[in-house]
Nanobody
Framework: VQLQASGGGLVQPGGSLRLSCAASGFTSVNHAIGWFRQAPGKEREFVGGARESPDHVNYSDSVKGRITISRDSAKNTAYLEMNDLDSEDTGTYYC?????????????????WGQGTQVTVSS
């Protein structure tokens, strides 16, 4: 099982980002993909997550209204879109998979993790 997060980079304040999480090694739709982020010196923080069957989405209150998580089962890929970024959104963003899960905000619920992609919000 592998998860490959990509799409990070330098973003200006007020800008937007779209991250991808490509999964391989498993194709079940009965699992959750979660997105987390971690800033230097801080704990890993849940951003949001989704599962497909049944359809369920969960967003952190800290980013709700600025975030959309979607899945493309044909590509076995999940996406995180976030807008109106500011410096507080800077960090390494990780995707993770929880087989049979419900996109909970609990780090230990997730079985597999990608390597992370860095997002820096700065002018």
């Amino acid at each position: 099982v592998q998860l490959q997060a990509s799409g990070g980079g330098l973003v200006q304040p007020g800008g937007s980002l779209r991250l991808s999480c490509a999964a391989s090694g498993f194709t079940s739709v009965n699992h959750a993909i979660g997105w987390f982020r971690q800033a230097p010196g801080k704990e890993r923080e849940f951003v949001g997550g989704a599962r497909e069957s049944p359809d369920h989405v969960n967003y952190s209150d800290s980013v709700k209204g600025r975030i959309t998580i979607s899945r493309d089962s044909a590509k076995n890929t999940a996406y995180l879109e976030m807008n109106d970024l500011d410096s507080e959104d800077t960090g390494t963003y990780y995707c993770a998979a929880d087989l049979g899960g419900w996109a909970t905000p609990i780090v230990d619920d997730y079985d597999w993790w990608g390597q992370g992609t860095q997002v820096t919000v700065s002018s």
